[in-house]
């Protein structure tokens, strides 16, 4: 199983990139693929080459000029299409996810690279078969099923993003609220560490049983 793990928080004593690392532990894999967003140099999308993604679009080639960028995109688009697991930690940021994550799924998401489209718009999934666990950390609880779960524009935007492209196996984890009474956010903490043990231990014994 080859794991990916992008993250998204830049803080150096990230609560989201702690429970990750505590779920590849419990996962017992050593050989992980780390992309820090923070430090990755992710090309820009910008005027010209946001304008040739519409012949993307339509199945046409990108011009001559925006090769070398798309190039790159598709480097980043790649990268990610070459793991089967993709774990996803951040921080939410102003109800979503901080910009420098977004950068990296504006990156990956193109038709031709995680989906494909026909020309009346159906769109087809190119990560189906994958596995992507999420982990999110936030000061305040917008677990669903509370009224604020509305605001949520951090877990339930990647759990959209992923299925967009394809994916079916999507496991979610919160660590909210991080803010607050101590034993509050320990227990928390704690209780999305539980979680993500046993989501380590479900893919562990899915992966070593006979196909
Ligand atoms: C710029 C910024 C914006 C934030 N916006 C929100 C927010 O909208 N909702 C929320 O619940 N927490 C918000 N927080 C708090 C973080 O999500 C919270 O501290 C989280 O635990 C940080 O995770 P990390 O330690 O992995 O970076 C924000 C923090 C920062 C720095």
């Not at 693929?33 to 046409?60: F, M, Q």
């Not at 299925?163 to 609220?177: K, L, Q």
Request: aromatic fraction near 8%; include cysteine; glycine fraction near 8%.
């Amino acid at each position: 199983m080859k794991i990916l793990h992008v993250a998204g928080s830049p803080r150096s004593r990230s609560r989201s990139r702690r429970l990750a690392k505590a779920f590849l532990d419990a996962l017992g894999e050593e050989d992980v693929d780390t992309l820090d967003v923070w430090t990755a140099t992710l090309p820009d999308l910008g005027g010209d080459t946001v304008e040739s993604r519409y012949r993307l679009i339509h199945g046409l080639p990108v011009e001559m000029d925006h090769t070398r960028r798309w190039g790159e995109i598709r480097r980043v688009a790649d990268h990610a299409m070459a793991h089967d697991l993709w774990l996803i930690s951040t921080p939410m940021w102003n109800f979503g996810l901080p910009y420098r994550l977004k950068h990296w799924v504006d990156c990956i998401v193109h038709p031709g690279m995680t989906f494909t489209n026909d020309a009346s718009g159906a769109v087809t999934g190119l990560a189906k078969g994958k596995t992507a666990v999420l982990v999110g950390a936030g000061a305040l609880d917008f677990t669903d099923g509370v009224p604020e779960a509305v605001y949520d524009h951090q877990m339930r935007y990647l759990d959209l993003i992923l299925r967009f492209i394809g994916m079916e196996d999507v496991h979610i984890v919160r660590a909210a609220p991080t803010f607050g009474p101590e034993e509050t956010v320990a227990a928390a903490e704690a209780k999305a560490e539980a979680e993500l043990r046993a989501i380590a231990e479900t893919i562990r014994t899915r992966a070593g049983a006979p196909g």
